[in-house]
DNA sequence: ATTTTAGTTGAACATTTGTTCAGTTATGGG
DNA sequence: CCCATAACTGAACAAATGTTCAACTAAAAT
């Protein structure tokens, strides 16, 4: 058998430079990341990386690096099954949280949560929700919404008497808008950050 | 005054061709999609666009998306202040979940959380817990571990007679290791997604 | 109406791009 | 040890890349 390369190392140092740089190397930049000296090896190593789905190449030859390549966390499975081993892992899907978590970029904002109003639906005050505007709410659904002239954090229910806001604290009652009420967006994910 | 042209339309057109190729657009792409006829026109647009911090450029003219360009989601205030109005809108920070959330994602894992025993620090099941391998924990973090052969999520506290898990859960009790106990990671974050 | 000037055109330029070819090297298996 | 073959070298290629220049346009301000 011929000699053999070691890839994952060689993914590894694409998955830096792609980091650091924002962009794929060229053909002549990977010479000097993986010590190559004859572009024609790059242009092996590519083919293999376009076979194995981490790289995409148009036409042109434009290089564009895939989710598996780009996605920056890997997901395992339960907390319960806790972490495989380092050779499982290598078949771990790689993940995107900005693919995984929003759907509808020019659309979707990030509002910090001040009160405890929802904190029961396991929202805290200083996390941060995603909220998508421009969709009709549905029953159930957390959203945005300004009640007579207060923006809060609600569940939005539509019941024959109207829209009642409902609150995931027993310590607050539910609200019936009087005046007006304006919904900012629904809620299509909670974050939070430790430090 | 001589005319002036409508940038941020260029800009999103940008975001899309970016978020479906995974690249930026050459000169000559640029010129489809913006409808110039002169690739100095181009050069003209990008040379605006570095200088406003949407696009990188190195000496040999790679050009590369900042966060700001590539970036997802708009950052905005508070739930309580509502959302601005779309004049405001446009000076609002734009933020990428991946850079916001994990910083060594070499090391940072995504599990799922099963139990309710981390329900009053707002970790439902179902959630989705970033962990980073390979830190010490500090008294207070929350960590995966393996408690007697068994993986959970708890909080870490360590006091004169050894090692403390705290769940944050009244119904159960805090457990003190017996055999063996192994820190898998340290949870960095939590993620939820909705429907 | 005139001026001003950012924006645009069209064409040409030197480099750099990914690709290709024939030949060489290194390494694991028989 | 020797063989088979994937990995690599070195060099050359056409095509595509970002850059540059002088000339022209068009719209806002006076």
């Known amino acids: 058998m011929p000699r053999t390369i070691n890839l994952n190392a060689k993914i590894q140092q694409l998955r830096f430079f792609l ?21 024609n090896a ?27 390549l780009a996605g920056v966390v890997k997901l395992l499975g339960a907390v319960q099954a806790g972490f495989p081993s380092p050779a499982e892992e290598e078949l771990a899907d790689v993940l995107s949280l900005d693919e995984y978590l929003i759907r509808r ?22 996390d941060i929700v995603l909220v998508e505007k421009g969709v009709a709410p549905r029953n159930g659904q957390i959203v945005v919404a ?18 009642r806001l409902d609150p995931a604290n027993r310590n607050y009652r539910f609200i019936r808008p009087r005046q007006s009420l304006t919904i900012g967006g629904i809620v299509r994910g909670v974050i939070r950050r430790y430090e």
């Open 19 to 39: 980091h650091r740089e924002r962009r794929l190397p060229t053909y002549r930049e990977m010479l000097d990341l993986f010590g190559y000296r004859s572009t």
């Open 105 to 126: 970029p020019e659309s979707t904002y990030l509002l910090t949560v001040n009160g405890d109003s929802m904190i029961e639906a396991g929202i805290h005050p200083g």
């Open 42 to 68: 790059v242009a092996g190593l590519v083919h293999k990386l376009v076979a194995l789905g981490y790289i995409l190449q148009d036409n042109e030859g434009h290089m564009a690096p895939t989710r598996k």
């Open 146 to 163: 300004q009640v007579d002239g207060e923006w809060t954090l609600k569940y939005y229910m539509k019941d024959r008497a109207g829209v």
